[in-house]
């Protein structure tokens, strides 16, 4: 009987954490005893949550941790800052306490040097994967949390923009403990803040005019290292001191290393308007912005072909920073068009609510308008060859593109993309992100109805497909649990039943993000020659 039991245990389905974390299901937070060389788990973690973020307590009385709720069941975790948890703090006896709200999704707990003052990110449960986010303060004296940075709905031009990296930097204190640096995009711009705690004052440290990203990477004893780089030019470091309070406009940056910026290649950031039949009209007034690299003067007479470079998500953002992609296929002799379309972060919380219940259309017109917008302005691309790519999302938005305006677009290349909503729906590691992407409400007992999965599906582009003629480079991941690989393979059985050009790369072992370095290598090579054939060889 014991044998039997003991066949059948294994047996049993043990949930994991989805996409990127499928080997993790319930881990411990554990102590290890340096002089005694033992390693002991910290039991009172509360058994309805996993632990992790984990950091000494003041005067390492205890762990400061966040638990992420894991009943009635675990929803993928990885690139979803909307899952409910919560900050607590275990002594070494086995008491806890928390200490945040346990009805938000909280990240990112970081101690100030005096041991006072907790921060750490706070945001809602459900609904966007990814938003913008509160920057909470915990005053371990008062044990009390009170609100330090708000979500920033709508930004002024030039001004903050809010929080929305879901960690922050290991080390974010200034040494006199009133002060955090951090790094967050200001529309497709990143840039350093620091905030002071009394105040809530919010300053600006970095300057993006010439290299469009300023990733802070720690700060000890108020000397910051940053990361700096643009489309033009790989990632450098820098460092600077953080002025005393008030002064901190004037941070004096000095290079470790020289930048080496790409001969050749030349970048701008586009901004959209967007015209009024394009509005919507809960969300009225806002705009997108693109960032193009393209190869610098022009080459010959002839115009140079474009390559439509569409982020996954929805809610991140292409950033004006070095992607190695797109420099890439700049020095093969592309343009390429990186789009932020209204949903990405970094243009306020607005942006992100506004794509809900509008995927497929709103999107999909904000891509072309940011198109047709470069084309009209810039006469050294050419309009007769025009090519999109994109993975995830990215690729759910070129296989609409495509689809959409099937005289336009000439190649396609998408990873992993979401191609049926409707299909998805049983086979995705987060099932509510398919309620919630479409404006639906979600709840873990919800049960899908007719009426939600014809929205799904009057969304998806598989409903487009008859009218698609561009050839199609499909990528897919054989692991992948965030967007099943049938998605792709959806698409290319409508595409190959109707006889278009379409060709598959199946990677069995890899998975959402396709990023194993042997994937990544074949997947770019792939794409570059697809480009070649289908948009220079015309």
């Not at 030019?233 to 004096?252: I, Q, T």
């Not at 698609?468 to 409508?494: C, F, N, T, W």
């Not at 990023?515 to 054939?533: E, H, P």
Request: with cysteine; aromatic share 8%.
């Amino acid at each position: 009987m014991e044998e039997q039991a003991g066949r059948e245990d294994r047996s049993v389905y043990r949930e994991d954490w989805g996409e990127g974390l499928t080997s993790k299901s319930l881990p411990v937070l554990c102590v290890a005893d340096v002089h005694k060389g033992s390693v002991s788990v910290l039991q009172g973690v509360p058994e309805q949550v996993s632990p992790g973020q984990a950091l000494w307590a003041p005067g390492d009385s205890g762990v400061v941790f966040v638990g992420w709720w894991h009943e009635p069941f675990r929803l993928g975790l990885r690139f979803c800052s909307n899952r409910r948890s919560a900050v607590f703090c275990v002594d070494l006896e086995g008491n806890c306490e928390c200490l945040s709200s346990d009805s938000s999704a909280v990240s990112s707990p970081r101690l100030s040097p005096d041991g006072r003052s907790l921060v750490y990110l706070q945001g809602r449960v459900f609904g966007p994967h990814a938003q913008c986010l509160q920057l909470q303060l915990f005053d371990w004296q008062i044990r009390r949390s009170s609100l330090l940075l708000d979500v920033v709905s709508r930004p002024t031009p030039g001004q903050f923009a809010g929080v929305y990296d879901p960690l922050l930097p290991r080390r974010c204190w200034a040494e006199d403990s009133r002060r955090l640096v951090f790094s967050s995009p200001s529309r497709s711009r990143k840039e350093v803040f620091v905030v002071e705690v009394g105040s809530q004052r919010v300053t600006r440290l970095s300057d993006s005019s010439e290299f469009g990203s300023w990733k802070l990477l720690s700060i000890e004893r108020d000397l910051m290292v940053v990361s700096c780089s643009s489309p033009s030019c790989p990632p450098f470091l820098r460092v600077g001191f953080l002025p005393p309070a008030g002064g901190e406009a004037g941070v004096a940056w000095l290079d470790l290393d020289d930048p080496r910026p790409v001969p050749d290649l030349e970048w701008r950031v586009l901004d959209v308007t967007l015209p009024p039949e394009e509005e919507n009209a809960q969300y009225a007034g806002l705009d997108c912005d693109a960032v193009l690299a393209k190869p610098q003067g022009r080459r010959g007479s002839g115009r140079v072909p474009l390559v439509v470079f569409i982020h996954g998500g929805p809610h991140s953002q292409f950033g004006a920073e070095w992607n190695v992609s797109s420099a890439a296929l700049v020095a093969v002799g592309f343009a390429v068009l990186m789009v932020n379309y209204r949903g990405s972060t970094g243009f306020g919380q607005d942006s992100i609510l506004s794509l809900a219940g509008h995927m497929g259309r709103q999107d999909v017109k904000d891509v072309q308008r940011s198109v047709m917008t470069l084309l009209q302005s810039d006469a050294t691309l050419d309009p007769g060859r025009v090519g999109v790519m994109g993975g995830s999302h990215g690729g759910f938005l070129a296989c609409h593109l495509i689809g959409q305006y099937p005289d336009f677009y000439r190649a396609c290349a998408a990873r992993n993309p979401v191609i049926n909503f409707a299909t998805l729906l049983g086979t995705s590691d987060i099932i509510d992100w398919r309620y919630s992407a479409l404006g639906l409400q979600y709840s873990f007992d919800r049960l899908p109805t007719p009426d939600a999965l014809t929205t799904m599906l009057e969304q998806s582009p598989i409903t487009h497909a008859a009218q698609i003629k561009a050839p199609v480079l499909l990528m897919l991941g054989g692991k992948d649990k965030r967007v099943s690989p049938h998605q792709g393979l959806e698409l290319y059985r409508a595409l190959k039943s109707r006889g278009s050009s379409v060709r598959l790369l199946w990677f069995a072992e890899d998975g959402h993000s396709l990023s194993r370095g042997d994937t990544q290598a074949d997947c770019f090579l792939n794409v570059a020659l697809w480009f070649l054939q289908h948009l220079c060889a015309l």
